[in-house]
């Protein structure tokens, strides 16, 4: 299909696969200039979160350009959380907390 067999104004997956792709690249070169320190588990958490997306992004374009769509969703939704987490962490100073897994809980999952 060409660009011509959509109306004005509407997008196409490989626009949009061009655009995600831009988007990583400056995410990623953009990422490998931060500083943060390692042991602030905000701070670790945030730089974890934002390679996260970064990593699902990937994968949808992967998926895209195989034309594997199915999973494309499910990517999407986890990279969506991650992002409202990366949001949380700057607006709430200990919502890293939440993010935190005690030995309990891995126990408590495990078993079941």
């Known amino acids: 299909m060409s660009n011509a067999d959509f109306p004005a104004g509407r997008t196409t997956l490989s626009e949009l696969v061009s655009l995600l792709k831009l988007s990583i690249e400056a995410a990623a070169q953009a990422s490998s200039r931060l500083r943060y320190n390692f042991y602030k588990p905000r701070d670790r958490y945030a730089v974890l979160l934002l390679y996260r997306i970064i990593d699902q992004a990937r994968a949808v374009v992967v998926l895209a350009e195989a034309k ?32 935190e897994v005690s030995p309990r809980q891995m126990i408590d999952t495990s078993s079941s």
């Open 68 to 99: 594997e769509y199915a999973a494309i969703p499910i990517i999407v939704r986890s990279a969506l959380d991650a992002y409202a987490d990366v949001a949380n962490l700057c607006d709430h100073l200990r919502y890293w907390e939440h993010l």
